[in-house]
């Protein structure tokens, strides 16, 4: 006869384990800034992937031994590896920027708690600051503004995404800004369809949603028979809408994680065109700054040529010419000014850097207008991969 379980002590025994693993990964975070402690005196860079790669082979050799699976402890220490490189980022970036003292932050956002705006602030300060003082906006005009006038101390932006594509509207607003973008964060969109309470998709009748998740879930909306749109200044306005009405035929368009705070529930998951769903946000302020020279950085840069056959060619030449990676390209009309295009440009580079300099410089003989937007850590961090002969 096999002997009886008692489910209660399996779980008592799983949260003391839970609470040992969280007592050892803090250690092991304490460790990690010692180490971007000592790149400081020797200028290294941030990442040494070849190092990430062995340690994830000898981390999937020893996990097999114990009998885990080699994706999952792959899973794991990616997500390990992550956390340690942006503490170090944000730990240099301290000592790079000694003015800005950041224990309390003021940040404007689009739409309320719960939008994809204010999910991004939270997630890029969670690590930068302590506490978060909350501006929510209802176009992004009202953002810059308050940045602007001092208000607030930072901006956030959403700037493109995976499937919509680049945000008009925040590029043509930055044409006509002073102020310098200083960070960015990419925030994975989980689109759902929310509601209030318990209900079928064949009882919605209406919907409400954003422009941009509208178009997002496009083909998802195009299945759905007799449901009526409704557009909202943001997600946070459709949800709050949602949840005052407490009717089972609205839904909302939004993430589940900002739905939870207004009492929603997910009644369809995943509904975006692309599984594979991310937003880039840029973070602005009144005051560019700077970049420690071991975390690698993007410079944004903004110009126009004129109606100048060839200039822009030679303007991307240059960039290549200095072994420069242009990472996006975009262009935008200038208003009063037919024909003409801005043409806004990031490149994987050091604003500090020599070679970034002198392109600056030359591109400036191709244009008639040039300015540097800003400079800033890269926040994206790239998995490091694993042989599949080794997983």
């Not at 290294?44 to 009998?67: F, T």
């Not at 010419?321 to 208003?335: A, F, V």
Request: hydrophobic share 35%; with cysteine.
């Amino acid at each position: 006869m096999s002997e009886k379980l008692d489910l209660n002590e399996i779980r008592k025994e799983i949260t003391s384990l839970d609470k040992e693993l969280l007592i050892l990964f803090a250690k092991r975070r304490a460790l990690t800034l010692n180490v971007a402690k000592s790149k400081v005196q020797q200028v290294r860079p941030i990442r040494d992937q070849q190092r990430e790669q062995a340690l994830l082979i000898r981390l999937i050799k020893q996990g097999k031994e114990l009998g885990l699976d080699a994706h999952y402890v792959t899973s794991v220490f990616q997500s390990i590896i992550e956390d340690s490189v942006l503490n170090q980022q944000a730990y240099l970036q301290t000592l790079a920027n000694p003015s800005i003292k950041t224990p309390t932050v003021s940040v404007a956002f689009l739409g309320d708690k719960g939008s994809y705006s204010y999910l991004a602030s939270h997630r890029y300060f969670s690590r930068r600051a302590e506490k978060i003082i909350e501006s929510g906006c209802q176009n992004f005009s009202d953002i810059l503004q308050q940045v602007e006038s001092g208000q607030v101390d930072y901006g956030m932006l959403p700037i493109e995404n995976t499937s919509s594509g680049s945000i008009n509207q925040v590029y043509d607003l930055l044409q006509h800004t002073n102020l310098f973008i200083v960070g960015e964060i990419t925030q994975p969109i989980e689109h759902c369809l929310l509601t209030a309470m318990n209900t079928n998709l064949d009882k919605i009748k209406t919907i409400y949603a954003h422009g941009q998740p509208f178009s997002q879930c496009s083909n998802f909306l195009d299945k759905q028979n007799d449901i009526r749109i409704e557009y909202c200044d943001s997600t946070a306005d459709a949800m709050v809408r949602v949840s005052e009405q407490q009717d089972e035929t609205i839904a909302v368009i939004g993430s589940e994680e900002g739905g939870q705070l207004y009492q929603l529930q997910a009644l369809e998951k995943s509904i975006a065109n692309q599984n594979e769903n991310h937003s880039r946000f840029i973070l602005v302020a009144r005051e560019a700054i700077g970049v420690a020279e071991q975390i690698p950085a993007k410079t944004a840069i903004i110009l126009s040529t004129g109606q100048k056959a060839g200039a822009l060619v030679e303007c991307l030449l240059v960039l290549k010419e200095k072994g420069i990676n242009m990472c996006k390209l975009e262009s935008r009309p200038i208003q009063g000014r037919p024909w003409e295009e801005m043409f806004y440009i990031d490149v994987e580079a050091n604003l500090k850097s020599f070679a970034l300099q002198e392109a600056i410089n030359e591109i400036t003989e191709h244009t008639n207008f040039i300015k540097v937007l800003g400079c800033y850590p890269i926040e994206h961090i790239s998995p490091t991969s694993v042989p599949s002969s080794d997983i």
